[in-house]
């Protein structure tokens, strides 16, 4: 197994996450190891097994939208490409699906060059009613439209605009 290659966590590997997110996303919505186990599904990491050095996860939304959430990049690996490549495993899920992938980031510089552009804030009212950021970050709502092209429709496969 290539330890730089995006994979769906294991249920091992929970509590290692909710730390990586912990330790490394203090401004992140906080996760817990329960709250990893249960949706272990929609987490991808990159790392050796039981050692992720990058997460992310993604929830449904009430829309039928994604969510990408808790983008974690171990500080050791940081600047290595890591964080970029667990956002293209998690929009290839959202192509997959067929759904259009929204996030909410305190850096959006980042999240545009991963070919994500500005939302309305009202794309995610929720968030008021979720465990709330500190007032000091600054949120940006993030989304990544996937769509559909004549031959690519009809053949069942999907592409992300960038």
Known sequence: MNPRIPRQALPAEAGA???LVG???????????????????????????????????????PEGDLELRSVAVDPEWQGDGLGARVVR???IEAQR??????????????????????????RLPEKD??????????RHV???RVHFSGKEQR??????SA
């Open 17 to 19: 996450i909710a730390r």
């Open 23 to 61: 330790r490394c996303v203090p401004r992140c919505l906080p996760v817990t190891a329960k709250e990893v186990a249960d949706g272990i599904g929609n987490w991808f990491v990159i790392g050796p097994p039981g050692s992720p050095r990058a997460a992310a996860s993604l929830e449904s939304l």
């Open 129 to 138: 009613a979720r465990k709330e950021l500190p007032l000091s970050a600054r």
């Open 142 to 144: 993030m989304r990544r």
């Open 89 to 91: 495993a998690a929009c």
């Open 155 to 160: 053949r069942g496969s999907l592409t992300c």
């Open 97 to 122: 699906r067929g759904r259009e992938l929204l996030c909410v980031t305190t850096t959006p510089a980042f999240f545009q060059l991963q070919g994500f552009e500005r939302a309305e804030d009202s």
